[in-house]
């Protein structure tokens, strides 16, 4: 090939790409801005494609015993108090409790709790972040330690976390990092990796958890498990893990149906157990950031292009064929790359690269097609043309 051939390979691969950008900006725009749309983009939106790696089965589900679980149910204050001295006595490390106590009820019950709450030093308490106010317990209920339970849920799908959140007055610590942090599981390294937001790096279910009814907690004499384990206090439904009880749960991408989801599958006690277990474990993901998502996106598009131009060149009469088998098998080895990334806990938005490569492929064909005028009004030279 000709130095003049491949000048105007090169430069024709990045009109193509150029124009795939500006295409896809716009479409992306169309979306935003038109109404009836929004279903659509909310389902685009909440899908991932690492939803079918995780949802399968494919993470391996590793139980832990320093982490149990206790189901609060329908049960009320004094029997919550009883179970958290039940506990104390047993040795546990940190007790948090996804609880919020808003306001005085029983005169009795409400003093049983609160004498358990100023005996036990090691518990923390949850208060929920609402744009500019505070829900959280009542002063009579509250303890030196706290932590926000507000979840990341800008998409229907609970794939992140805010740990560490920085005013100019305080910081506020959420409800999972907050009990890490008692439990001796932070350095500097890692709040300084909390400051960001993070991928919550799911390996866990609610059969990977030892968990407790309330009952089994009261009227039990001993239970060894507890002895320097973290203790988390949250809903599990009644009874326990019950798949129709949609009361404090949300979409994950443990959900085994990826797509058209229709009930929550994880409880908010889980989500908060599954990072400090991951803090435990020291095993956070690494989140590719969107600026390389998109140079990444835009290098595969450019590439994708410059082939397929190649390909258009050497077999023109089999060039639509070829270009859905191209399209088709360049989707499978992005999603199963994804998978080995995500696999080695790299999380990156693959839809992005694939979406644009895809477009950058139907771009070429429109460039085609508009090469007969170009030439006729600008005398354009292409590499298509001869």
């Known amino acids: 090939m000709s130095k003049k051939r491949k000048f105007y390979l090169w430069r024709d691969a990045l009109i193509c790409s150029l124009t795939s950008v500006f295409v896809a900006i716009l479409l992306l725009t169309f979306f935003i801005n038109i109404k009836f749309l929004d279903p659509f983009e909310k389902a685009i939106e909440d899908f ?55 306001d005085k009820k029983d005169s009795i019950m409400d003093a049983v709790l609160q004498q358990a709450l100023q005996n036990n ?91 407790f009814d309330l009952d089994e907690i009261i009227y039990a004499d001993t239970i060894p498990a507890i002895e320097n384990s973290i203790v988390l206090f949250g809903y599990l439904g009644v009874p326990t893990g019950n798949v129709n009880d949609i009361e404090d749960k949300h979409f994950t991408p443990l959900n085994p149906k990826y797509a058209g989801k229709s009930i929550p599958d994880m409880f908010g006690i889980l989500i908060h157990a599954n990072i400090i277990k991951m803090l435990m474990e020291d095993n956070f993901m690494y989140k590719v950031p969107k600026a390389m998502v ?25 060039y639509d064929f070829i270009l859905k088998f191209y399209g088709l098998a360049l ?14 806990n790299v999380d990156i938005q693959i839809e992005t690269v ?26 354009w030279k292409s590499y298509l043309l001869k």
């Not at 989707?331 to 080695?344: A, D, E, P, R």
């Not at 694939?354 to 005398?379: D, F, M, P, T």
């Open 331 to 344: 989707t499978i080895v992005l999603v199963y790359f994804s998978f080995v990334l995500f696999k080695w």
């Open 294 to 318: 998109y140079c990444i996106a835009f290098l595969c598009c450019f590439m994708c292009i410059y082939f397929s131009l190649i390909m258009h060149k050497k077999k023109s009469t089999l």
């Open 48 to 102: 991932r494609f690492t939803d079918i790696y995780t949802s399968q089965n494919f993470i391996e589900k590793k139980p832990t015993h320093k982490i149990i679980i206790v189901n609060i149910g329908n049960h009320d204050r004094e029997d919550i108090a009883i179970a958290i001295n039940k506990i104390a006595q047993n040795k546990a490390k940190v007790i948090g409790l996804d609880i919020i106590f808003k």
């Open 121 to 211: 030093k090691n518990i923390v308490s949850a208060y929920i972040i609402e744009e500019n106010k505070i829900i959280s317990s009542d002063p009579y209920f509250r303890t030196d330690a706290l932590g926000f339970i507000n979840l990341n849920q800008q998409d229907a799908v609970v794939r992140d976390f805010t740990g560490i959140k920085k005013s100019e007055n305080q910081i506020d610590y959420a409800f999972p990092i907050k009990i890490s942090e008692m439990a001796g599981l932070l350095n500097e390294n890692t709040k300084e990796k909390l400051e960001r937001v993070q991928s919550i790096n799911y390996t866990a279910n609610q059969n990977s958890f030892l968990t």
């Open 354 to 379: 694939i979406i644009l490569s895809l477009l950058g492929l139907e771009i070429v064909a429109l460039y085609e097609h508009s090469l007969n005028y170009l030439k006729k009004r600008w005398k």
